[in-house]
DNA sequence: CATCACTAGGAAACCGGTTTCCTAAGTCTA
DNA sequence: TAGACTTAGGAAACCGGTTTCCTAGTGATG
């Protein structure tokens, strides 16, 4: 038994196949009458019609792509690219699409020639849309996507002038929640830990954020107070220790960690030091762990919506797909300061 | 300027399209001067053939299909996901396959009527095969996959006999390792903390594979040491908080822990209480969390190479795919014993 | 009763490849 | 040099739907 195709179905109802793809589309040019004869059939012969054909027939695969690097393989960054997948089916499966998953590690695009994702996904009509990680742009993709007129979604910190659409984390408020909440726990001389530095966009996304905070509140980081580098666990250990290596009116009362690794290191080189948190030393962190709320003492965090910037970005791109003439849209979801013990003074 | 498609390339070259196909799928009865023609026109009008259009000819999607419940947001078994993910595509790709991923939630999966993948995903042609998490299975996808000859392979405990295709992590050598580990370290009265219980394939493996290492150097679990309960961090501290108030010979000098959770949590009360580690008590645990390594002292810990498991199921599955008539065949993936401070006397 | 508008459904082209089968030309052999 | 065999490439059917266009039949209208 091979399977039943829409010419099955037809010969079996005594109909013309048109009438049955009519059927299928719920089309207004049928009776009701047919329409249930049709269907008993269908049902009866135990009928899916094939999504490839469909695909063919409408010039639309009816999938989207994610592009991201899946080469890195513990890094930190991976549960949180787990739930923007979630984030994207929930919307695009109500669409009746499917999510595709390429790998892009960022090395390998090289520069000169076209992505290898430009024919394995776009060109050659695997999916009908893109939702890019930003590590994975390059203005050669851009322009071939461009010309293509395809609609994509970057994730990610996207440059000053975008000509298309974007999701990110509000980074830069995050910084603001994040230095405003230690202020107003009565911190007042604030570090900051980790990150590639001056350049590095998400560094001056939440620096800049908490700059923003101290100013409203007529204070200012202490430039030697400001560290940058690797954003791990060896980094954070590191720091601290010159930190509290400085004379005691030079010592930060507060540090803010660019994620939880820098935010592991600073805790426990506080702990080695025998400095009590968060009575002498608030200690709070970009990024929210599954094991952060379990540090002694519990960190407190900036958590990022991760699932739910899934879901704009699969939002934006089903816009565009629908609605291709529509301008392109940046949007920031915002991030949620999570008050644990580490600062609650 | 619409698509190029194999008409224009053969009304530009001036043949048959039935060559140009040749061409592209390098058929020997093309010459090479043929070939080169058509090719050099090919790149020329910067073509390239609809993926859609050739997976209808060849009835056959290239695609497959991993099945995960993606409704989970923060679990810890993300990163876990994750990296399969990676390993999936990681072999697939080589093959000229997609990965499509698709929710299925666990709860959502009605027990009378087939799952929504068998439509979305398996009966409408849009995938090939099918990755599956072994929280997914129940016995009525089971046929209903088995009377369509449909090639899949199951991640996760699989049941007695199976008889289809099955990766898991090797949970019972697992335990063996970490208990003979820490048998090797001098201690000798372990306890057991987390799982749900009897019954349950990953708690009985694990703690099973324990058992046997204990066996092996003539010693044994007491019962009252091995303590079920959902893996979080509360049951870890609960649990070892009613171990240390066990009378002193009776307390357990080292603790496996079901995962990083639980370790957290027993960790935490451990310090609370004053026990040093590892000298009075070792902790080891399953799994291998990104911050496991920076805990005080950092965890001994058991790695799973998901990676790997993900890149061996894909394996299998495309095997199944290519050469249907194989029979089933279950793997076991091997986890690493990763020796740190908490175990380290 | 003749004409018209409307309706339900059918025939055929189409989407863009693949595959089978066939033929014309060239090569080999006797 | 005739007949058999090989080879390169073309014509057409096919994969399984969708869509356009057309027609037969019905009811309404003057």
Redesign the interface.
């Known amino acids: 038994m091979s399977k039943i195709t829409i010419n099955d179905i037809a010969k079996a109802a005594g109909v013309a196949k048109s009438t049955v793809s009519k059927v299928l589309n719920d089309a207004a040019s049928i009776s009701d009458e047919t329409k249930r004869k049709v269907r008993d059939i269908m049902k009866e012969m135990n009928y899916?019609?094939?999504?490839?054909?469909t695909?063919?027939a409408r010039q639309s695969?009816f999938?989207v792509g994610l592009l991201i690097d899946?080469?890195?393989?513990?890094?930190?960054l991976?549960?949180f690219?787990?739930?923007i997948?979630?984030g994207i089916?929930?919307v695009i499966?109500k669409h009746q699409y499917?999510?595709?998953?390429?790998?892009a590690s960022s090395e390998s695009s090289s520069q000169q020639d076209s992505p290898a994702f430009m024919?394995?996904?776009v060109?050659?009509?695997?999916v009908d849309g893109l939702i890019m990680d930003s590590s994975i742009w390059t203005a050669e993709t851009e322009r071939l996507l461009a010309e293509l007129q395809f609609p994509y979604v970057l994730i990610g910190d996207a440059p000053a002038e975008v000509t298309y659409s974007a999701v990110d984390i509000d980074n830069e408020n995050g910084g603001r929640l994040l230095a405003a909440h230690l202020i107003e726990r009565g911190y007042r001389r604030l570090a900051f830990i980790g990150g590639e530095g001056a350049g590095e966009p998400l560094f001056d996304r939440r620096v800049g954020g908490c700059a923003n905070a101290l100013r409203e509140h007529g204070l200012t980081f202490d430039p030697r107070l400001v560290m940058a580098g690797t954003a791990n666990?060896a980094t954070g250990r590191l720091f601290m220790e010159q930190l509290l290596a400085l004379p005691a009116e030079e010592q930060p009362d507060a540090v803010i960690c660019m994620n939880?690794?820098t935010a592991?290191?600073a805790l426990?080189a506080a702990?080695a030091a025998g400095v009590s948190i968060p009575t002498q030393l608030g200690i709070a962190t970009f990024d929210d762990?599954?094991?952060?709320?379990?540090t002694?003492p519990p960190l407190t965090c900036l958590k990022m919506d991760t699932?739910e910037l899934g879901v704009q970005a699969a939002q934006m791109l089903m816009t565009r797909i629908s609605e291709p003439a529509l301008s392109a849209e940046q949007r920031l979801i915002p991030a949620a300061l999570i008050t644990r013990a580490s600062t609650d003074r």
């Not at 899916?48 to 054909?53: C, M, N």
């Not at 899946?70 to 930190?76: E, G, I, N, P, V």
């Not at 060109?123 to 695997?126: A, P, V």
């Open positions: 899916t019609p094939s999504s490839i054909a695909q063919l695969s999938n899946l080469s890195r393989k513990d890094d930190f991976n549960h690219f787990y739930a997948i979630g089916e929930s499966g499917e999510l595709t998953i390429c790998n024919n394995r996904l060109r050659n009509g695997k666990e939880n690794y592991f290191g426990a702990h762990y599954p094991l952060a709320p379990y002694n699932f």
